[in-house]
Antibody
């Protein structure tokens, strides 16, 4: 069974940093591109970042470019999102999601349960 | 304001057919990029409903179908059921913005 489990969310002050993790199981992690998608409270979905299976290709939304860094460790079946210079508008539930069909745009066939990041003083 | 425009809400009675539109432009849907659709039940993570404009992942009922034409795409749900009440999102790629989602449509089953 495919499982994605996010962790690392919490309350952080504006300007602070946080590192999210996503533990994958039930599939060959190293064969799939992965993504982070966020959802602000009561709002819609916003794509944040994508990373290819071997980390060769990395993409970011303009809203996080220069502040967030996506990475992965295929040996540990884990995906990460390092978030720096956090702002109030980064407050959201962050989901990790698998690109199941290697399409453009990525078709996200499995999602984690999400981890809440709250940026507030 | 998303580059993919969806109606904020739609509704229908059980058994009826409803459609949800997703209107883009020549830089996204009209450029030939695929459209995917997601269903998000209250308090849960999104679920892939349609990929590649009209394909259903395994396990998705054939009551759900997708289509694309020009700069727009549509999701149709036939034989509406109470458990279909959810938020629905379209997704595509924009040549200027990368991956984009529509603003979402709340489906109410009357």
């Amino acid at each position: 069974e495919v499982q994605l489990v996010e962790s690392g969310g919490g309350l952080v002050k504006p300007g602070g940093s946080l590192r999210l993790s996503c533990a994958a199981s039930g599939f060959t992690f190293s064969s799939y591109s992965m993504n982070w998608v966020r959802q602000a409270p009561g709002k819609g979905l916003e794509w944040v970042s994508s990373i290819s299976s071997s980390s060769s290709y990395i993409y970011y939304a303009d809203s996080v470019k220069g502040r967030f860094t996506i990475s992965r460790d295929n040996a540990k079946n884990s995906l990460y999102l390092q978030m720096n210079s956090l702002r109030a508008e980064d407050t959201a539930v962050y989901y990790c999601a698998r690109d199941g069909y290697s399409s453009i745009p990525p078709s996200l066939d499995y999602w984690g349960q999400g981890t809440l990041v709250t940026v507030s003083s | 304001q998303s580059v993919l425009t969806q109606p904020p809400s739609v509704s229908g009675a059980p058994g009826q057919r409803v459609t949800i539109s997703c209107t883009g432009s020549s830089s996204n849907i009209g450029a030939g990029y695929d459209v995917h659709w997601y269903q998000q039940l209250p308090g849960t993570a999104p679920k892939l409903l349609i990929y590649g404009n009209s394909n259903r992942p395994s396990g998705v009922p054939d009551r759900f179908s997708g289509s694309k034409s020009g700069t727009s795409a549509s999701l149709a749900i036939t034989g509406l059921q109470a458990e279909d009440e959810a938020d629905y999102y379209c997704q595509s790629y924009d040549s200027s913005l990368d991956v984009v989602f529509g603003g979402g449509t709340k489906l109410t089953v009357l």
